[in-house]
Protein backbone atom coordinates (compact mmCIF):
# COMPACT_ATOMS: atom_id res chain seq x y z
CA UNK A 1 0.00 0.00 0.00
CA UNK A 2 2.67 2.39 0.99
CA UNK A 3 6.20 2.65 -1.33
CA UNK A 4 8.22 3.66 1.35
CA UNK A 5 8.38 3.23 5.12
CA UNK A 6 11.79 4.72 5.98
CA UNK A 7 12.73 8.07 5.65
CA UNK A 8 15.28 9.77 8.01
CA UNK A 9 14.61 12.93 9.99
CA UNK A 10 13.26 15.68 8.82
CA UNK A 11 12.59 19.66 9.56
CA UNK A 12 9.14 20.55 8.14
CA UNK A 13 7.58 24.33 8.48
CA UNK A 14 4.70 24.66 9.82
CA UNK A 15 3.22 28.35 9.88
CA UNK A 16 -0.09 27.72 8.61
CA UNK A 17 -1.44 29.57 5.53
CA UNK A 18 -3.02 32.88 6.02
CA UNK A 19 -5.55 34.86 4.02
CA UNK A 20 -4.71 37.87 2.18
CA UNK A 21 -7.15 41.12 2.00
CA UNK A 22 -10.42 40.10 0.05
CA UNK A 23 -9.84 41.94 -3.26
CA UNK A 24 -13.50 41.74 -4.57
CA UNK A 25 -17.14 39.75 -3.81
CA UNK A 26 -16.89 36.26 -3.87
CA UNK A 27 -16.86 35.03 -7.08
CA UNK A 28 -18.24 30.85 -7.80
CA UNK A 29 -15.48 28.65 -8.44
CA UNK A 30 -15.61 26.03 -11.11
CA UNK A 31 -13.30 22.69 -11.25
CA UNK A 32 -12.67 24.03 -14.92
CA UNK A 33 -9.30 25.03 -15.82
CA UNK A 34 -7.43 23.81 -13.35
CA UNK A 35 -4.25 21.32 -13.04
CA UNK A 36 -3.30 18.26 -10.40
CA UNK A 37 -0.31 17.57 -9.16
CA UNK A 38 -0.44 14.00 -7.82
CA UNK A 39 1.65 13.56 -4.28
CA UNK A 40 3.18 10.59 -2.97
CA UNK A 41 3.31 9.82 0.20
CA UNK A 42 5.90 8.37 2.34
CA UNK A 43 5.68 6.79 6.45
CA UNK A 44 8.38 8.06 8.35
CA UNK A 45 10.04 5.18 10.91
CA UNK A 46 12.81 6.61 11.74
CA UNK A 47 11.56 10.52 12.44
CA UNK A 48 10.43 11.80 15.71
CA UNK A 49 8.23 9.24 17.55
CA UNK A 50 6.20 11.97 20.05
CA UNK A 51 4.65 14.02 17.53
CA UNK A 52 2.16 15.33 19.44
CA UNK A 53 5.09 17.46 21.31
CA UNK A 54 6.13 18.55 18.38
CA UNK A 55 2.71 19.68 17.25
CA UNK A 56 2.10 21.10 20.64
CA UNK A 57 5.54 23.22 20.12
CA UNK A 58 4.62 24.26 16.93
CA UNK A 59 1.16 25.70 17.85
CA UNK A 60 2.78 27.25 21.18
CA UNK A 61 5.16 29.37 18.37
CA UNK A 62 2.36 30.43 16.03
CA UNK A 63 0.30 31.73 19.28
CA UNK A 64 3.31 33.53 20.42
CA UNK A 65 4.31 34.87 17.17
CA UNK A 66 7.83 34.19 17.44
CA UNK A 67 8.65 36.43 14.29
CA UNK A 68 10.68 33.20 12.29
CA UNK A 69 9.02 32.82 8.86
CA UNK A 70 8.44 29.18 10.04
CA UNK A 71 8.20 27.06 13.03
CA UNK A 72 10.06 24.31 13.81
CA UNK A 73 8.05 20.79 13.79
CA UNK A 74 8.67 17.10 13.17
CA UNK A 75 6.01 15.29 11.53
CA UNK A 76 7.84 12.11 11.61
CA UNK A 77 4.97 9.74 10.25
CA UNK A 78 3.34 10.99 7.20
CA UNK A 79 4.61 13.30 5.18
CA UNK A 80 3.49 14.12 1.18
CA UNK A 81 5.87 14.64 -2.05
CA UNK A 82 5.70 16.14 -5.31
CA UNK A 83 8.09 15.67 -8.05
CA UNK A 84 8.71 19.17 -9.53
CA UNK A 85 10.96 20.16 -12.59
CA UNK A 86 13.82 22.73 -12.33
CA UNK A 87 15.71 24.40 -15.14
CA UNK A 88 15.28 23.58 -19.02
CA UNK A 89 15.65 21.24 -19.85
CA UNK A 90 13.91 20.27 -15.98
CA UNK A 91 15.66 18.49 -13.72
CA UNK A 92 13.43 16.59 -10.79
CA UNK A 93 13.89 17.25 -7.50
CA UNK A 94 11.43 15.25 -4.97
CA UNK A 95 9.61 18.60 -2.57
CA UNK A 96 8.19 17.78 0.32
CA UNK A 97 4.58 19.64 -0.05
CA UNK A 98 4.28 22.49 2.64
CA UNK A 99 1.09 25.13 2.94
CA UNK A 100 2.87 26.10 5.86
CA UNK A 101 5.87 28.05 4.23
CA UNK A 102 5.89 30.14 0.68
CA UNK A 103 9.78 29.72 0.04
CA UNK A 104 10.74 26.45 -2.34
CA UNK A 105 14.20 25.81 -2.15
CA UNK A 106 15.95 22.50 -3.01
CA UNK A 107 19.48 21.39 -2.65
CA UNK A 108 18.88 18.86 0.51
CA UNK A 109 19.94 15.66 -1.19
CA UNK A 110 20.11 16.51 -4.72
CA UNK A 111 22.46 19.40 -6.02
CA UNK A 112 21.02 21.89 -8.24
CA UNK A 113 21.49 21.53 -11.83
CA UNK A 114 21.99 24.90 -13.42
CA UNK A 115 20.48 25.32 -17.31
CA UNK A 116 20.31 28.27 -19.55
CA UNK A 117 17.48 29.31 -17.25
CA UNK A 118 19.13 29.72 -13.99
CA UNK A 119 19.49 33.11 -12.94
CA UNK A 120 21.76 33.80 -10.13
CA UNK A 121 19.98 36.97 -8.49
CA UNK A 122 22.81 37.58 -5.94
CA UNK A 123 20.62 37.40 -2.97
CA UNK A 124 21.00 34.77 -0.05
CA UNK A 125 18.29 33.02 1.61
CA UNK A 126 18.02 32.33 5.41
CA UNK A 127 14.75 30.67 6.95
CA UNK A 128 15.14 29.83 11.00
CA UNK A 129 13.04 27.09 12.21
CA UNK A 130 11.96 28.54 15.81
CA UNK A 131 9.65 27.10 18.26
CA UNK A 132 11.37 23.77 19.52
CA UNK A 133 14.57 23.11 21.92
CA UNK A 134 17.22 23.02 18.93
CA UNK A 135 17.96 25.49 16.40
CA UNK A 136 17.23 24.57 13.11
CA UNK A 137 18.26 26.63 9.51
CA UNK A 138 18.23 26.53 5.80
CA UNK A 139 20.31 29.16 3.93
CA UNK A 140 22.30 28.95 0.42
CA UNK A 141 21.85 31.12 -2.58
CA UNK A 142 18.11 32.44 -4.22
CA UNK A 143 18.27 31.62 -8.16
CA UNK A 144 15.45 32.29 -10.33
CA UNK A 145 14.68 29.46 -12.94
CA UNK A 146 12.00 27.74 -15.11
CA UNK A 147 9.41 24.98 -12.62
CA UNK A 148 7.84 22.56 -14.51
CA UNK A 149 4.58 20.86 -12.48
CA UNK A 150 3.99 19.26 -16.05
CA UNK A 151 4.27 20.24 -19.67
CA UNK A 152 1.18 22.29 -19.17
CA UNK A 153 1.98 23.84 -16.10
CA UNK A 154 5.46 26.04 -15.71
CA UNK A 155 6.10 28.94 -14.38
CA UNK A 156 8.89 31.10 -15.82
CA UNK A 157 11.76 32.84 -13.50
CA UNK A 158 10.28 31.51 -10.31
CA UNK A 159 12.61 32.13 -7.00
CA UNK A 160 14.49 28.85 -6.01
CA UNK A 161 16.61 28.50 -3.35
CA UNK A 162 19.62 26.47 -3.54
CA UNK A 163 20.27 25.00 -0.08
CA UNK A 164 24.36 25.14 1.18
CA UNK A 165 24.59 21.19 0.92
CA UNK A 166 26.45 21.37 4.47
CA UNK A 167 23.73 22.89 6.57
CA UNK A 168 21.29 20.66 4.89
CA UNK A 169 20.54 16.78 4.98
CA UNK A 170 17.63 15.54 2.98
CA UNK A 171 17.07 12.54 3.66
CA UNK A 172 15.99 11.59 0.41
CA UNK A 173 13.60 14.70 0.23
CA UNK A 174 15.28 17.27 -1.76
CA UNK A 175 13.73 20.50 -0.35
CA UNK A 176 10.41 22.07 0.37
CA UNK A 177 7.86 23.43 -2.03
CA UNK A 178 6.05 26.34 -0.04
CA UNK A 179 2.45 27.19 -1.19
CA UNK A 180 1.66 29.37 1.47
CA UNK A 181 1.06 32.99 1.60
CA UNK A 182 3.82 35.24 0.26
CA UNK A 183 3.98 37.37 3.46
CA UNK A 184 5.67 34.75 4.75
CA UNK A 185 8.62 35.27 2.65
CA UNK A 186 9.40 38.60 4.41
CA UNK A 187 12.98 38.80 5.98
CA UNK A 188 13.76 35.19 4.34
CA UNK A 189 15.93 37.09 1.41
CA UNK A 190 18.88 39.20 1.98
CA UNK A 191 17.33 42.32 0.17
CA UNK A 192 14.55 42.00 2.41
CA UNK A 193 11.94 42.44 -0.16
CA UNK A 194 8.78 39.21 -0.38
CA UNK A 195 9.21 36.98 -2.96
CA UNK A 196 6.57 35.85 -5.46
CA UNK A 197 5.40 32.43 -4.55
CA UNK A 198 4.59 29.77 -6.70
CA UNK A 199 0.85 30.66 -6.51
CA UNK A 200 1.43 34.31 -7.32
CA UNK A 201 3.62 33.42 -10.01
CA UNK A 202 0.72 30.77 -11.84
CA UNK A 203 -2.01 33.06 -11.35
CA UNK A 204 0.14 36.21 -12.84
CA UNK A 205 1.62 34.32 -15.70
CA UNK A 206 -2.44 33.01 -16.36
CA UNK A 207 -0.89 29.44 -15.73
CA UNK A 208 -4.18 29.10 -13.91
CA UNK A 209 -7.74 31.23 -13.46
CA UNK A 210 -8.26 31.77 -9.88
CA UNK A 211 -5.54 31.86 -7.02
CA UNK A 212 -6.85 28.83 -5.06
CA UNK A 213 -5.71 25.90 -3.94
CA UNK A 214 -7.72 22.55 -3.44
CA UNK A 215 -6.42 20.01 -1.20
CA UNK A 216 -7.32 16.50 -0.76
CA UNK A 217 -5.58 13.71 1.55
CA UNK A 218 -6.61 9.76 1.66
CA UNK A 219 -5.93 8.39 4.78
CA UNK A 220 -2.94 6.47 5.10
CA UNK A 221 -4.18 3.30 5.97
CA UNK A 222 -6.81 3.43 3.22
CA UNK A 223 -6.73 1.54 -0.13
CA UNK A 224 -5.71 4.86 -1.83
CA UNK A 225 -2.93 6.02 -0.13
CA UNK A 226 -2.66 9.28 -2.37
CA UNK A 227 -3.09 13.29 -2.20
CA UNK A 228 -3.04 15.62 -4.88
CA UNK A 229 -2.94 19.43 -5.10
CA UNK A 230 -5.56 21.03 -7.47
CA UNK A 231 -3.74 24.94 -9.07
CA UNK A 232 -6.70 27.13 -10.17
CA UNK A 233 -9.64 25.11 -8.09
CA UNK A 234 -10.89 22.24 -6.48
CA UNK A 235 -10.90 18.47 -7.99
CA UNK A 236 -15.06 18.21 -8.19
CA UNK A 237 -14.06 13.89 -8.44
CA UNK A 238 -12.80 14.04 -5.12
CA UNK A 239 -16.03 15.49 -3.77
CA UNK A 240 -19.08 14.32 -2.32
CA UNK A 241 -21.91 17.01 -2.06
CA UNK A 242 -21.07 20.64 -2.11
CA UNK A 243 -18.56 22.67 -0.82
CA UNK A 244 -19.17 25.12 2.13
CA UNK A 245 -17.27 27.74 2.22
CA UNK A 246 -15.65 30.17 5.40
CA UNK A 247 -14.73 33.24 5.42
CA UNK A 248 -11.52 33.89 7.16
CA UNK A 249 -11.43 34.97 10.96
CA UNK A 250 -11.15 38.57 12.04
CA UNK A 251 -9.96 37.12 15.20
CA UNK A 252 -5.95 37.77 16.34
CA UNK A 253 -3.51 35.77 16.20
CA UNK A 254 -5.64 33.06 13.98
CA UNK A 255 -5.96 36.23 11.44
CA UNK A 256 -2.70 35.94 10.15
CA UNK A 257 -3.03 32.59 8.68
CA UNK A 258 -5.45 30.43 7.17
CA UNK A 259 -8.38 31.09 10.61
CA UNK A 260 -11.71 30.03 10.54
CA UNK A 261 -14.28 30.19 13.55
CA UNK A 262 -15.55 26.73 15.16
CA UNK A 263 -17.20 24.80 17.85
CA UNK A 264 -16.71 21.42 18.80
CA UNK A 265 -19.10 19.16 20.16
CA UNK A 266 -18.30 15.59 21.50
CA UNK A 267 -22.06 13.77 20.67
CA UNK A 268 -24.06 16.08 22.09
CA UNK A 269 -21.63 17.95 24.48
CA UNK A 270 -20.04 21.46 23.97
CA UNK A 271 -16.25 20.83 24.74
CA UNK A 272 -15.47 24.00 22.73
CA UNK A 273 -17.91 27.46 22.15
CA UNK A 274 -17.23 28.76 18.77
CA UNK A 275 -13.98 30.02 18.88
CA UNK A 276 -10.61 31.15 16.27
CA UNK A 277 -8.24 28.72 15.44
CA UNK A 278 -6.47 27.61 12.09
CA UNK A 279 -6.62 24.51 9.23
CA UNK A 280 -2.74 23.53 8.97
CA UNK A 281 -1.98 20.93 6.52
CA UNK A 282 1.39 20.72 8.26
CA UNK A 283 0.12 19.71 11.69
CA UNK A 284 -0.45 15.94 12.45
CA UNK A 285 -3.15 15.83 14.67
CA UNK A 286 -5.79 18.19 15.35
CA UNK A 287 -5.12 20.15 18.48
CA UNK A 288 -7.69 21.68 20.69
CA UNK A 289 -7.39 24.39 24.17
CA UNK A 290 -6.51 22.39 27.08
CA UNK A 291 -9.93 23.53 28.83
CA UNK A 292 -11.30 21.47 25.50
CA UNK A 293 -8.84 18.63 25.77
CA UNK A 294 -9.93 18.29 29.19
CA UNK A 295 -13.47 17.91 28.67
CA UNK A 296 -12.57 15.50 25.42
CA UNK A 297 -10.20 13.38 28.03
CA UNK A 298 -12.82 13.06 30.55
CA UNK A 299 -16.05 12.31 28.24
CA UNK A 300 -14.28 9.78 26.71
CA UNK A 301 -12.26 7.71 29.50
CA UNK A 302 -9.09 8.20 28.15
CA UNK A 303 -5.63 8.34 29.53
CA UNK A 304 -2.06 10.02 28.65
CA UNK A 305 0.10 7.52 27.27
CA UNK A 306 3.50 8.83 28.43
CA UNK A 307 5.77 6.71 25.10
CA UNK A 308 3.15 8.02 22.55
CA UNK A 309 2.14 11.57 24.27
CA UNK A 310 -1.21 11.17 22.93
CA UNK A 311 -4.64 9.62 24.59
CA UNK A 312 -5.47 5.97 25.25
CA UNK A 313 -8.25 4.24 25.73
CA UNK A 314 -9.51 0.70 25.96
CA UNK A 315 -11.41 -1.37 23.29
CA UNK A 316 -14.38 -1.27 25.50
CA UNK A 317 -13.87 2.80 25.62
CA UNK A 318 -13.59 2.88 21.99
CA UNK A 319 -17.15 0.99 21.09
CA UNK A 320 -18.67 4.00 23.34
CA UNK A 321 -17.16 6.54 21.84
CA UNK A 322 -19.16 9.52 20.41
CA UNK A 323 -18.37 11.17 17.33
CA UNK A 324 -16.92 14.79 17.30
CA UNK A 325 -18.73 17.36 15.67
CA UNK A 326 -16.67 20.87 13.86
CA UNK A 327 -19.31 23.65 13.44
CA UNK A 328 -17.32 25.92 10.58
CA UNK A 329 -19.60 28.74 9.28
CA UNK A 330 -23.22 27.24 9.80
CA UNK A 331 -21.43 23.76 8.38
CA UNK A 332 -20.89 20.67 10.65
CA UNK A 333 -18.36 18.19 9.99
CA UNK A 334 -18.51 14.84 11.76
CA UNK A 335 -15.62 13.01 12.54
CA UNK A 336 -16.65 9.61 13.47
CA UNK A 337 -15.18 7.43 16.33
CA UNK A 338 -12.96 5.48 13.98
CA UNK A 339 -11.68 8.76 12.41
CA UNK A 340 -10.52 9.80 15.57
CA UNK A 341 -8.44 6.90 16.70
CA UNK A 342 -4.89 6.80 15.12
CA UNK A 343 -4.43 3.98 12.15
CA UNK A 344 -3.33 1.04 14.33
CA UNK A 345 -1.40 -0.15 11.55
CA UNK A 346 0.98 2.51 11.98
CA UNK A 347 1.31 2.23 16.12
CA UNK A 348 4.77 1.30 16.27
CA UNK A 349 5.82 4.79 13.88
CA UNK A 350 4.73 6.61 17.05
CA UNK A 351 6.26 3.93 19.44
CA UNK A 352 2.76 2.83 20.66
CA UNK A 353 1.99 -0.76 21.35
CA UNK A 354 1.02 -3.41 18.34
CA UNK A 355 -3.30 -3.15 19.31
CA UNK A 356 -2.93 0.32 21.53
CA UNK A 357 -5.81 2.48 20.67
CA UNK A 358 -4.28 5.98 20.17
CA UNK A 359 -6.78 9.51 19.67
CA UNK A 360 -5.73 12.04 17.39
CA UNK A 361 -6.73 14.58 19.48
CA UNK A 362 -4.14 16.59 21.12
CA UNK A 363 -3.64 19.68 23.80
CA UNK A 364 -2.68 22.53 21.95
CA UNK A 365 -1.07 23.94 25.06
CA UNK A 366 -2.87 26.85 26.41
CA UNK A 367 -6.38 27.62 27.51
CA UNK A 368 -9.36 28.57 24.75
CA UNK A 369 -9.45 32.71 24.46
CA UNK A 370 -6.15 33.18 23.00
CA UNK A 371 -7.64 33.93 19.62
CA UNK A 372 -5.62 30.02 18.38
CA UNK A 373 -7.70 27.90 20.21
CA UNK A 374 -7.51 24.87 17.90
CA UNK A 375 -5.58 23.34 14.48
CA UNK A 376 -7.31 21.13 12.32
CA UNK A 377 -4.14 19.60 11.03
CA UNK A 378 -3.94 16.60 8.39
CA UNK A 379 -6.20 13.94 10.84
CA UNK A 380 -8.58 16.19 9.90
CA UNK A 381 -8.03 17.09 6.68
CA UNK A 382 -7.21 13.93 5.24
CA UNK A 383 -11.61 13.07 6.18
CA UNK A 384 -12.45 16.63 4.13
CA UNK A 385 -11.29 18.29 0.68
CA UNK A 386 -10.44 21.86 1.89
CA UNK A 387 -10.04 24.87 -0.26
CA UNK A 388 -7.98 27.65 0.08
CA UNK A 389 -9.42 30.96 -1.76
CA UNK A 390 -6.85 33.47 -1.43
CA UNK A 391 -8.89 35.80 -4.02
CA UNK A 392 -12.10 35.75 -2.15
CA UNK A 393 -10.51 35.23 1.63
CA UNK A 394 -11.97 31.92 2.24
CA UNK A 395 -11.77 28.57 2.94
CA UNK A 396 -14.04 25.49 1.83
CA UNK A 397 -14.49 21.88 3.08
CA UNK A 398 -16.28 19.39 1.49
CA UNK A 399 -17.00 15.50 2.40
CA UNK A 400 -14.96 12.77 0.60
CA UNK A 401 -15.17 9.25 0.15
CA UNK A 402 -13.08 8.70 2.68
CA UNK A 403 -15.57 10.97 5.28
CA UNK A 404 -17.18 7.94 6.81
CA UNK A 405 -14.84 5.33 5.91
CA UNK A 406 -13.53 2.72 8.69
CA UNK A 407 -10.11 2.15 8.22
CA UNK A 408 -8.39 3.04 10.90
Known amino acids: MVASRSLPYLILPALAFFALSARASPRPLTPSSTAILKLAVRINSAGIKNVAAADRARAQALLQDSGSSSISATNGVVIYTAEVGVGSPPAYYTLLVDTGSSNSWIGASKPYEKTNTSQDTGNSFYIAYGGSNDSTSTSGEEYLDTVTFSPDLVIEKQSIGVAAPTNTSGGG ?85 WGVGQSINYGTTSILTKTAGIVDTGTTFILIATDAFNKYRSETGATLDAATGLLKISPEQYNKLSSLYFTIGGATYELTPNAQIWPRSLNSDLDGTPDGIYLIVSDIGSNSGSGFDFVNGYCFLERFYSVFDTMNSRIGFAETAYTNVTSN
Open 173 to 257: VDGILGVGPVDLTKHTISNGKEVPTVMDNLYAQKRINSEVLGVFFSPVSADDDSGELTFGGYDDSRIVGNINYVPITSTSPASKY
